[in-house]
């Protein structure tokens, strides 16, 4: 069952530009985590932050995580061609599976 | 290093013909190990999960079966294709109990005509 809902569906903005996406979870989580897909490719963890931090950082990413909001959102700063991608998050909650979520597809225009 | 494979990158198949796709993984051991299904633009959907030899846990009812013969290898079957089964298969691993990270494969093709 989809638990994850990204907003927007769709993004397009200029090179150089920042890109936010946000994602909205309806129960309780023990971490969140976002994916980035090539079109045609396999999924490719970005990165992972549990329920007890707010805030991560990993290069040109950014993730928040708000619990009391059940929402996350990935700010991607500088934005490049190569970011063109459909981005998705997952949220786990102790077992061995991640609910996903329907994605943002993201477009860099040059 | 771990890696992971995943073959055939692409398959076209008639309805009621059967279907064989294998996984496998490198570089660790125990995993637990995924199938999931994705539509032409759409999020993913979890077919079935292993976390063991022998161990599968099916997530939709439907005319998919999974296998795991050994540690790291997976194996997603079928003995008559529908249209509907048409779409983008996707094998990940993870170790671990608490929704930790997913490493997927290339993934698979399959448009059943």
């Known amino acids: 069952s989809q638990q994850g809902e990204e907003d927007p569906q769709a993004l397009s903005i200029q090179e150089g530009e920042n890109a936010t996406m946000n994602c909205s979870y309806k129960t309780s989580i023990n971490n969140l985590q976002w994916y980035r897909q090539n079109s045609g490719r396999g999924l490719v963890h970005l990165i992972l932050i549990r329920s007890n931090e707010r805030e991560k950082h990993s290069g040109r990413l950014r993730v928040t995580l708000d619990t009391s909001k059940k929402s996350s959102s990935l700010l991607i700063t500088a934005s490049r061609a190569a970011d063109t991608a459909s981005y998705f998050c997952?949220?786990?909650?102790?077992?061995?599976?991640?609910?996903w979520g329907a994605g943002t597809k993201l477009i860099i225009k040059p | 290093s771990q890696t992971i494979h995943q073959w055939p990158a692409t398959l076209v198949q008639p309805v009621g013909s059967p279907l064989s796709l294998e996984c496998t993984v490198e570089?660790?051991?125990?995993?637990?190990l995924y199938w999931y299904r994705q539509a032409a633009g759409r999020g993913l959907q979890l077919l079935f999960y292993?976390?063991?030899?022998?161990?599968i846990s099916s997530e939709v009812p439907q005319n998919l079966s999974a296998s795991r013969p050994q540690d790291r290898q997976f194996i997603l079957s079928s003995k008559k294709l529908l249209l509907s089964d048409s779409g983008f298969y996707l094998c990940?691993?993870?170790?671990?109990?608490?929704?930790?990270?997913?490493?997927f494969g290339p993934g698979t093709r399959l448009t059943v005509t």
């Open positions: 997952a949220t786990g909650s102790g077992n061995y599976q991640l609910i």
């Open positions: 570089g660790t051991s125990n995993p637990n």
């Open positions: 292993s976390v063991g030899i022998g161990q």
């Open positions: 990940a691993w993870s170790v671990g109990t608490s929704g930790s990270e997913q490493y």
